[in-house]
C-alpha cells in the first residue's frame, strides 16, 4: 500500500483501492464450513495456542451472507458437493476459497467412489493446504496468503467493491 | 413449518440435516438425514493391505483417531490369533494412548458444547488441554491426528525420548484445569437451566435403540466394554464406571465429566508402569516388519521388510467382532477375512450412528432451542456416522 | 500396491465364516431370511435386549451370495452397577440372503436401533427389507444408481473406473488376468506356461 505523508500536515495519501483492500485483508470472517477432520483443526486454529483471530479473523460466521472467506476443511461426500456449491453461490462478493487438506484439495486418502476429488471441481479455490489434516500452523499461512492476495488486487487483478 | 437445521450449520457438530417440524417453537417431529459424510471408508480398506487399512480407518472418528486404530488391530490380531503375544508395553501404550484420546474427545464435546449454549470460554480452556494431549500424539507418533501409530502386533516404535516428561507433566497440570473448566461449566446456573430435564432418555429407550456409552450410563445402565469384555489389560487397572440415573442431558454432561477423571486416573496407573522398558512388537516376523537398524545390515532383513511392504501379510479366513469402550460407546469392528492379504470387509459398529439416532425419539416436545443441547449430549461424530 | 485390480495374493476361501478359527467373540447362529424373524423374536424375548448392530457382507463365490449379520447383546434395564451387568452374551445371527431374491423381513419394530441400520444395507448392497417404516437410501443421494459395497461395484464408481493396464505394464501383469498382446509380451507368456507346466499358448501374430 503506498502512503505519503504531506508536508507540514497529519494526512496520509493513499489510493482508494489500497484502502480498500487493505481493510478488507485485515478482517477475513470465515464461513463455518467445517466437514471432518481438517474442521477440528480448523476450530484449534482458533484456540489459544494458534489464534486466527489475531490475523483479524474474529468470527468464523454461519450465515454465507455475513462470510467471505470459505475454508472448506474436509472431506467432500457426493451428498455435500451440492450443499458446498450454494453455499458459495449465496456468498456475497468478494469471496475467497480455502481449500484444507488433502481430501478438499485433491479427494486425499479416499480415491473412491464416494468422495468428490478436489473441491475446485465444484468452487473455484484461491489457496490449497496440504496436509491430512495439515496443522494449524498451515491455516493460519493460507490465511496470510488469502491477505496478500487481497493486497495484491484480488484474482484476476480485479477486486470488486464493497 | 418445516425447518431444515444443517447439513451447514454451526452448532450440528458436523453435517447433520436435522429436518425437524415445529409448531410454534415445539418440536413435533425431527428426522436427522445423514449421509453427508460418507466416505467409503469400508470399500477403501477392502483394496488396501492389512496394515494400510487403518490408515482410512482412524480417520472415521476422528476426535479420537487412535481408538479406531486400537479396535482394528485388536481384531486382527485376534484372527491371527496372536493376541496373547503382544508384548506387555505395547498393551500398556494401547492403553495409554487410547484414554488420552478418550480426554481429547471429551474435550471437542465440552468445548463446543459450551460455545453451542454460547459458553465461549470453556472452549479455549478445553482445546489448550487438548493441545497438551496432541503434543503427545506428535511426539510419539509423528502427527497431531492421525498417526497411524499402532500396529497389527503391537506399536510401531517405542515411545520416544521426553514423552514421559510431557506426559508428566500433563497429569501435573491436569487437576487444575479440569477444576477451571468445572467451575466455569458445572455449576452454572445458565447451563444447569438449559440442560436439565432436557432429551430425557429412559433405560429401556436406550436399549432398544442400540445406546452406548455414556448416553447410556447416563440413563443408568452402568455397560461399558472395559468393564464388561476386558481387552489390553484393562483388568489390571483400577477406575470407576460413571452412571447416573436421570438420563437427561445434565445427566450425560456430569458423565462425561467424571468419565475424564476416570481416564486420567488410569493414565497416572499406566504411567507408573511404563519406566519398566521393554520390547513393543511382537517377535514373529511374519507380521513384523524387521527393526529399521538391521536393514542396512542384513540381505534377510531387507528382503523382509520389502516384503511386508509390497505384499503385506496374509490372514487366515474367518470372522470376528471386536468391540472397545470408544468416547462414544462401543465401537465394534465386524472383520472378514478371506485368507488375502487385504480384508475382505470390515463393518463398523458405529456408536454414534445408533446414538444420533434416538434424536427422533427424544426430540419430540422439545424446544427447537434444545436441539443442539440434545445433539451436543449425544455428541455424534460424522466420520463415524457416514464413514 | 493394492489396487481394485490386482489379483488375491494366493487361494482364498470362498466362505470366511465357515471356515473360521476358534475365537469365543459371540455364539454364532446361521438362519435363513425364512426363520429370521422367529429366531431374533425369540432372542430378544430370552432377554437380548439390545440389537448393537446389523451389517452387509458380501461373497460373491458364494450361494447365498450376501449375508446380513445380526450383533446382539442381553443387558437388562436396571442394571446399574458393574457387578450388575456382568459379563453379557453376545450372539452373531448370520442370515444368508440369496443374490436372485435379496429380500429380508426386516426388525425395525423388535428394535427401532434397526432403522437406519437397514437402511444402510440396503443402500450399500441393494438387500430390500420387507416391512422397514422408510426404506431409502441413507448415504448415497437419493438417485444415485448401484449398490456401492456390492463387490462388483467398482471402488472409483462407474465414471471413474480406470481403463485396463496398457500394454506397456504387461510385464508385471503376465498372467494376472489382463491378455498379453505383442511378441516379447507373448514369447514371456510361453516361457511362463512352460515352466509352470502349463500348457504352452498358441501364437497368435498380434
Redesign the interface.
Known amino acids: 500500500m503506498a502512503v505519503a505523508e504531506l508536508p507540514g500536515g497529519q494526512f496520509l495519501l493513499a489510493k482508494l483501492d489500497d484502502v480498500a483492500r487493505w481493510a478488507q485483508s485485515s478482517s477475513v470472517w470465515p464461513l463455518t464450513m467445517g466437514l471432518a477432520c481438517c474442521a477440528i483443526e480448523m476450530m484449534t486454529a482458533t484456540a489459544p495456542e494458534y489464534d486466527l483471530a489475531r490475523f483479524g479473523s474474529e468470527v468464523f460466521r454461519a450465515s454465507p451472507r455475513q462470510a467471505d472467506l470459505m475454508i472448506v476443511s474436509g472431506r467432500v461426500a457426493q451428498k455435500m458437493a451440492p450443499v458446498v456449491k450454494r453455499l458459495y453461490d449465496q456468498m456475497a462478493d468478494p469471496k475467497w476459497v480455502i481449500s484444507m487438506g488433502a481430501c478438499a484439495s485433491s479427494g486425499g486418502v479416499f480415491d473412491n467412489y464416494a468422495i468428490v476429488q478436489g473441491v475446485d471441481q465444484v468452487v473455484p479455490v484461491d489457496v490449497y493446504v496440504p496436509g491430512c489434516p495439515p496443522t494449524p500452523d498451515g491455516l493460519l499461512y493460507a490465511v496470510n496468503l488469502i491477505q496478500q492476495q487481497i493486497r495484491q488486487g484480488g484474482r484476476g487483478g480485479i477486486l470488486a467493491r464493497a | 413449518m418445516v425447518l431444515s437445521m444443517g447439513p451447514q450449520h454451526p452448532s450440528t457438530h458436523g453435517v447433520l440435516q436435522a429436518v425437524t417440524e415445529i409448531e410454534g417453537e415445539t418440536v413435533m417431529k425431527a428426522e436427522p438425514e445423514i449421509g453427508y459424510l460418507h466416505t467409503g471408508i469400508e470399500k477403501s480398506a477392502e483394496n488396501l493391505f492389512w496394515t494400510q487399512a487403518s490408515t482410512v480407518i482412524e480417520r472415521m472418528d476422528y476426535l479420537s483417531p487412535l481408538s479406531n486404530a486400537c479396535c482394528y488391530v485388536m481384531g486382527v490380531e485376534q484372527l491371527l490369533g496372536i493376541t496373547d503375544e503382544i508384548p506387555l508395553r505395547a498393551r500398556q501404550s494401547r492403553v495409554l494412548l487410547c484414554e488420552l484420546h478418550r480426554i481429547a474427545s471429551h474435550c471437542v464435546w465440552l468445548g463446543t458444547g459450551g460455545i453451542d449454549l454460547g459458553a465461549i470460554s470453556g472452549f479455549f480452556y478445553a482445546f489448550d488441554l487438548r493441545e497438551k494431549i496432541l503434543d503427545l500424539t506428535e511426539l510419539s507418533g509423528g502427527a497431531r491426528m492421525h498417526p497411524n501409530y499402532l500396529r497389527i502386533g503391537g506399536l510401531r516404535d517405542d515411545l520416544p525420548q521426553g514423552f514421559i516428561d510431557r506426559l508428566d507433566a500433563l497429569i501435573e497440570m491436569y487437576p487444575r484445569r479440569m477444576r477451571e473448566m468445572r467451575n466455569l461449566l458445572q455449576a452454572n446456573p445458565i447451563l444447569q437451566d438449559r440442560m436439565v430435564d432436557v432429551g430425557i432418555l429412559s433405560a429401556d429407550d436406550a436399549l432398544a435403540w442400540g445406546i452406548t456409552g455414556p448416553a447410556l450410563r447416563g440413563s443408568g445402565v452402568a455397560y461399558d466394554v472395559r468393564r464388561a469384555f476386558p481387552y489390553s489389560g484393562y483388568e489390571n487397572y483400577e477406575f470407576d464406571v460413571i452412571t447416573r440415573s436421570e438420563g437427561d442431558a445434565y445427566a450425560r454432561f456430569l458423565v462425561r465429566l467424571d468419565e475424564m477423571d476416570e481416564s486420567m486416573r488410569i493414565v497416572r496407573q499406566v504411567r507408573k508402569e511404563l519406566d519398566t522398558p521393554g520390547p513393543v512388537m511382537i517377535d514373529d516376523t511374519k507380521y513384523a516388519a524387521p527393526p529399521k537398524e538391521t536393514i542396512a545390515l542384513s540381505m534377510e532383513a531387507l528382503i523382509h521388510h520389502f516384503k511386508i511392504v509390497s505384499e503385506g501379510f496374509r490372514v487366515p479366513p474367518g470372522d470376528v467382532y471386536q468391540a472397545i469402550e470408544g468416547p462414544r460407546g462401543e465401537l465394534g469392528y465386524y472383520i472378514v477375512s478371506n485368507g488375502d492379504n487385504r480384508p475382505w470387509r470390515v463393518r463398523t459398529r458405529p456408536p454414534s450412528m445408533y446414538n444420533l439416532q434416538v434424536l427422533k425419539q427424544i426430540a419430540v416436545g422439545e424446544l427447537i432451542a434444545d436441539m443442539v443441547v440434545m445433539i451436543g449430549s449425544l455428541d455424534p461424530v460424522f466420520g463415524e456416522v457416514d464413514r | 500396491?493394492?489396487?481394485?485390480q490386482t489379483p488375491?495374493?494366493?487361494?482364498?476361501?470362498?466362505d470366511?465364516?465357515a471356515?473360521?478359527?476358534d475365537?469365543a467373540?459371540?455364539r454364532i447362529i446361521r438362519v435363513g431370511p425364512a426363520d429370521l424373524r422367529a429366531t431374533l423374536a425369540g432372542l430378544k424375548a430370552d432377554g437380548f435386549?439390545?440389537?448393537?448392530?446389523a451389517?452387509?457382507?458380501?461373497y460373491p463365490g458364494r450361494d447365498p451370495r450376501f449375508d446380513v449379520?445380526y450383533?446382539l447383546l442381553n443387558?437388562?434395564?436396571?442394571?446399574?452397577?458393574?457387578a450388575?451387568?456382568?459379563?453379557?452374551e453376545?450372539v452373531?445371527v448370520l442370515c444368508g440372503v440369496p443374490e436372485a431374491e435379496p429380500v429380508v423381513p426386516s426388525v425395525a419394530d423388535l428394535?427401532?436401533?434397526a432403522?437406519?441400520?437397514e437402511r444402510e444395507i440396503f443402500d450399500l448392497f441393494g438387500i430390500r427389507f420387507d416391512g422397514h417404516p422408510d426404506l431409502r437410501?441413507?448415504?448415497?443421494?437419493a438417485d444415485?444408481e448401484g449398490h456401492?459395497?456390492r463387490k462388483d461395484?467398482?471402488?472409483?464408481?462407474p465414471a471413474?473406473e480406470r481403463s485396463p493396464r496398457p500394454n506397456f505394464a504387461l510385464k508385471s501383469n503376465v498372467g494376472a488376468g489382463t491378455p498379453a498382446s505383442g511378441r516379447t509380451a507373448a514369447a514371456l507368456q510361453k516361457q511362463i506356461a512352460a515352466a509352470r507346466g502349463q500348457a504352452v499358448p498358441k501364437d497368435d501374430a498380434s
Do not use: C, E, F
Open positions: 500396491m493394492p489396487s481394485s488375491p495374493a494366493g487361494a482364498t476361501a470362498v470366511p465364516t471356515v473360521r478359527p475365537i467373540d459371540a435386549t439390545m440389537l448393537l448392530d451389517g452387509g457382507a458380501d449379520v450383533h443387558l437388562k434395564p436396571g442394571a446399574a452397577t458393574v450388575a451387568v456382568g459379563r453379557p453376545r452373531r428394535w427401532p436401533a432403522n437406519w441400520a437410501r441413507i448415504q448415497m443421494p444415485w456401492p459395497l461395484y467398482p471402488l472409483r464408481g471413474r
